[in-house]
């Protein structure tokens, strides 16, 4: 099976191309407000690498979030039209999960966090046992000092990744001092190669030949939303 | 040839077939008007998330409308400005999708030219030179088009756009979302001369707008009959306020077409839809012996059949753009 998988939920784009489970091209590239600009070629290149083309693809993988809002519907809205124009089903993954199965060979609680700027973040907890992932506490939204107690109330050690943790390492040093770890630097963003293996079983069971529609994971209600709710009360 | 367009640049989403520039074979345009009427405006976020859930059925809609296939589209014309940003990228992002897989031409269009562009479609025997009034939530711009149809901007608002001011003083008023169709229902209610407002700038020899000034005159209006205990006289001060929004834009209209002299003059954009505005320049028109164009309401409002239209002129002179494009939120008129 072909098929074509990316996440832009962060400020780092991931496109990879994976054929019969393997992945035979992945291309990572870092920059805010870039996703417009870069993904298409990204995709391009990638495919180009793996020596298909577009129209060789039997399956969509996209990274749904929670994240950054902008850049969240480029790559769900470019992940849905592929889908609905090659008539190939689309598989959405959260973001969260990518993250947490980039390092899930430490096995054991693993944290996932995606900054949610205003000084919150998206965050996930999961266990994996025997090299089954198992979600804990679904995402949600949270600042960083809560979710340091919450993490707080586990006694076994926690592997930290993503950037919400990159940005507030500090914040859960100060409350769980070194029962968490924080991930290397190269597993701190969603990688699309993660979500490839992440989504194969879901795309082979999908019906082929049928397209689909993916919703991006806000999490947060928009503003104006949350406004009108405020004033109601 | 047939070329797919997508417009996602406000609180519409549309996608629209059209044949080699000239015959709409489809256009199918979901407003999200209703989302929006609690806020008493368009939300910029709600419009984005929006537009992502509807892009895909609707595009699938004009094709089944047009009766044809991905397969049959020659060409992909998509809105990349000016506009909300959020909403401008998903259609963006959906027409890179199409082209790039089918490998047809790319062609981003300019939103503020294809209302104009929306004349021609309704009527092939329409020729420059003339005079463009585009008036809209975003936008109050006059604009000439010489012989060869490139577009000059003579004027435009130095504050509130048409359409802004009237959602404005809807809300203010407490009248129903959106405020352009239910002040211009009131205003034909109404007398216009018990309401006298002021015609901001309507004598200075530029063609710029002012609108600001013009709500600031019907807040203080309001409460100083509030103060007097007296009630509001709903329909007469639409009328009013109506008469000199539309006062002011015909006068310049009117002088633009005499100073470039052009025998025809064009409307465009949502507001174009109003019907004192449409009757009162056909009226100011007619006198002059100008022929007056405004499209019918469906392409009034935001819509893809003037973006794929326009979009085929563009690809007669080789304008498209690559898989690198992005949007542009404030893309002028003309540069």
């Known amino acids: 099976m072909k098929v074509l998988a990316f996440d832009t939920a962060t400020p780092v784009t991931s496109v990879a191309v994976g054929i019969d489970g393997a992945v035979v091209a992945e291309i990572s590239i870092t920059g805010d407000k870039v996703q417009m600009e870069r993904l298409m070629p990204m995709i391009d290149a990638a495919l180009r690498e793996a020596g298909i083309t577009v129209r060789d693809l039997e399956g969509i993988a996209v ?9 969240l519907r480029i790559g769900v809205t470019t992940a849905n039209t592929l889908s609905q124009v090659l008539r190939v089903p689309v598989v959405g993954v959260s973001s969260l999960d990518i993250l947490a199965a980039g390092i899930a060979y430490r096995g054991g609680l693993i944290a996932a966090a995606i900054d949610a700027r205003r000084r919150e973040v998206f965050a996930a907890l999961y266990c994996v046992t025997e090299g089954v992932i198992g979600i804990i506490a679904p995402e949600h ?93 | ?111 503020l030219e294809a209302h104009i562009r929306a004349n021609f479609l309704e009527d092939p025997a329409l020729r420059p030179p003339l005079v463009a009034l585009l008036v809209s939530g975003g936008h109050t711009i006059l604009a000439v088009m010489d012989e060869s149809g490139r577009l000059t901007t003579l004027g435009e608002t130095l504050d509130d756009a048409a359409g802004e001011a009237y959602d404005k003083i809807a809300r203010f008023l407490g009248l ?23 015609r901001a700038m309507i004598d200075r020899d530029d063609y710029a707008f002012s609108l600001s000034g013009l709500k600031t005159a019907v807040l203080n209006y309001v409460s100083k009959l509030e103060k007097q205990g007296q009630e509001i006289p709903l329909n007469d001060l639409a009328a009013g306020f109506q008469a000199a929004v539309i006062d002011v834009q015909v006068a310049k209209t009117m002088r633009a077409a005499k100073e470039y002299g052009v025998k025809n003059i064009v409307l465009a954009g949502g507001v174009a839809a109003n019907a004192g505005l449409r009757a009162a320049l056909k009226e100011a028109a007619d006198e002059k012996g100008i022929k007056l164009n405004a ?32 949007s542009d939120a404030n893309l002028p008129l003309s540069s």
């Not at chain 1, 340091?148 to 100060?174: K, N, Q």
């Not at chain 2, 211009?184 to 209610?189: G, I, Q, S, T, Y």
């Open chain 1, 63 to 71: 990274g749904v979030g929670p994240g950054l809002f902008t850049a």
């Open chain 1, 141 to 233: 939204v949270i600042e960083p000092g809560t979710l340091a107690e919450e993490l707080a109330a586990y006694d076994e050690p926690i592997a930290m990744v993503g950037d919400g943790f990159s940005a507030y390492c500090s914040v859960m040093r100060d409350r769980l001092e070194n029962r968490v770890t924080l991930a290397s630097p190269e597993f701190m963003y969603p990688r699309a190669s993660s979500l490839l293996m992440l989504a194969e079983p879901a795309l082979r069971a999908a019906v082929p030949g049928v397209p689909g529609l993916v919703a991006p994971v806000y999490v947060r209600q928009p503003d104006a939303v949350e406004l009108i709710k405020k004033m109601r009360r």
């Open chain 2, 1 to 111: 040839m047939l070329i797919l367009g997508v417009e996602t640049s406000c609180d519409e989403t549309s996608a629209s077939v059209v044949e080699d520039g000239a015959i709409v074979r489809s256009n199918v345009i979901s407003s999200q008007v209703e989302f929006h009427r609690p806020y008493g405006g368009v939300v910029p976020e709600v419009a984005s998330r929006k537009h992502l859930e509807l892009i895909n059925p609707v595009i699938e809609e004009s094709l089944a409308e047009a009766g044809v296939g991905f397969e049959d589209i020659g060409a992909v014309a998509v809105t990349i400005g000016p506009g909300l940003i959020g909403a401008l990228l998903v259609g963006l992002a959906a027409a890179k999708a199409i082209a790039y897989t089918l490998d047809v031409p790319l062609i981003g269009v300019n939103h």
């Open chain 2, 295 to 326: 499209p019918t309401l469906e392409l009034c409002t935001d819509n893809a059949a003037m973006i794929a239209s326009l979009g085929y002129e563009y690809l007669k002179e080789g304008k498209t753009i690559d898989m690198t494009a992005n």
């Open chain 2, 176 to 198: 129903a979302y959106p405020g352009g169709p239910e002040i211009d229902r009131l205003a034909a209610l109404g007398d216009a001369k018990k309401v006298i407002l002021p």
